[in-house]
């Protein structure tokens, strides 16, 4: 049997929860008992944030990217989530990672505010390489691990993500969203993804929905306006998914 099968074996023990925005991952901080790290795994001068600190059999990391150093926001995008899925990796070796967070969704494809979705494929937008097989390159495709146990017992909605670095969308943007059969698109799964997947790390995506993409009202707007209540309900439904996660091999989920 190979180490990999071994562990496979075992019950879930190292989880690492990738979290953009310092307002989504707070109430889980609190929630979960979570301390900041003092003496941070990241390198030194990052703005990257680790709390941590056990919870029922679980060793539980929320691993925020902090603030910009320079405009003070919340350090969003693929390039923070990339960097930081990475050196968590690196660091802490979990067992699988979720990366949780809003989204916005399409009514189109029957999303609606405070929907909790969660991701069987993750793909790019806005990495258009109109050349043969670097095409299939910039869409990234990549899949979640299967959980049709933790799916039936949470009663989630399941669909595909599709991620790019703005929060709005381009004609060229939403072309490639459709081609990618989305029903929410965010700024960092997808980046999360192909990180988890370089280093082999089982990675479950789990949204909400902010904002309608393709409704009337502006999508900044409607973001800030939702953003309090369905983070509430995003953490709700993560904490369903750690207190099911807990005890089981990954092959149970």
């Given amino acids: 049997m190979a180490p990999g ?14 979290i953009a925005m310092q307002a989504e991952a707070m109430p889980l901080v609190n929630k979960f008992d ?6 941070s795994v990241f390198p030194e001068g990052v703005p990257w944030v680790r709390y941590h600190g056990t919870y029922k059999d679980l060793h539980l990391n929320i691993i925020w990217p902090g603030k910009d150093s320079t405009l003070g926001v919340d350090s969003v995008g693929t390039v923070s989530a990339s960097l930081v899925t990475y050196a968590s990796i690196q660091a802490l070796k979990p067992d699988l990672i979720i990366n949780a967070g809003t989204a916005g969704g399409f009514k189109a494809k029957g999303a609606s505010i405070g929907d909790i979705f969660l991701v069987s494929d993750v793909a790019f937008h806005d990495r258009r390489i109109p050349i043969p097989v670097f095409d299939l390159y910039g869409v990234g495709l990549r899949h979640a691990l299967s959980t049709p146990n933790l799916l039936k017992e949470l009663n989630l909605k399941v669909c595909k993500l599709s991620t790019g670095d703005s929060l709005d969308m381009s004609p060229q943007d939403e072309a490639t969203i459709i081609a990618n059969d989305a029903t929410v698109k965010d700024m960092e799964g997808a980046a999360v993804g192909y990180v988890a997947d370089l280093w082999k790390v089982p990675a479950i995506f789990v949204k909400a ?3 309608i993409v393709d409704g009337e009202k502006p999508t900044a707007e409607e ?5 309090a209540a369905v983070t509430a309900a995003l953490d709700t439904a993560v904490t369903q998914v750690v ?5 089981k091999r990954l092959s149970e989920l």
């Fill in 223 to 227: 973001f800030m306006q939702n953003l």
């Fill in 5 to 18: 099968d071994e562990k496979s074996q075992e019950a879930i023990s190292s989880i690492v929860i990738i």
């Fill in 34 to 39: 979570l301390k900041e790290d003092q003496n």
């Fill in 243 to 247: 207190d099911f996660i807990n005890g």
């Fill in 209 to 211: 929905v902010t904002d």
